[in-house]
């Protein structure tokens, strides 16, 4: 039997980040590693990642609390995960906001296309891990 991507998908979420995010998240969870500012910000990033249509937003699903719980247990990805909001946020009070979060959506897209286009780096581990988490929920495994 031939293998779709919509079953590897199941079987790599499943198996990969499921086990360190545990039950289904609160979007009330307090954050683990992060400070809620930099949650905050997670939280619009991953958002601009997987964005709410029909299906719910990668935060509607606490993807951001999945991520912070494996960021907080996982010491190497802590340094790239910190520089990587810390841009996005020293971005933001660039274009006069005061955080990555309360920018308008146009502008966070901005911001995210621009650290898409300085090389694989953040952007990468962002989208990565944003997808991986997204679909280890069961939200994100029903849309499959």
């Known amino acids: 039997m ?20 545990g039950p289904r998240h609160s979007t009330a969870a307090k ?8 949650l905050d910000t997670l939280a619009a990033l991953v958002d601009l990642i997987i964005p709410r249509t029909d299906m719910p937003a990668a935060s509607d699903v606490g993807v951001h609390h999945i991520i912070d719980r494996v960021v907080s247990a996982a010491t190497p990805l802590q340094k790239p995960w910190l520089e990587g909001i810390a841009r996005a946020d020293a971005e933001a009070i660039t274009a006069g906001a005061e955080a990555f979060s309360k920018l308008a959506r146009t502008q966070q897209a901005l911001i995210l296309e621009r650290a898409e286009k300085s090389g694989p780096t953040f952007f990468d581990l962002l989208k990565g891990s944003t997808i991986d988490a997204y679909y280890s929920t069961r939200d ?5």
């Not at 790599?12 to 499921?18: L, M």
């Not at 954050?31 to 930099?38: D, K």
């Open 2 to 21: 031939r293998s779709t991507r919509r079953s590897a998908l199941r079987t790599i979420a499943g198996g990969s980040i499921a086990l360190a995010a």
């Open 31 to 38: 954050p683990t590693f992060f400070t809620p500012a930099q």
């Open 140 to 144: 994100g495994l029903v849309t499959m």
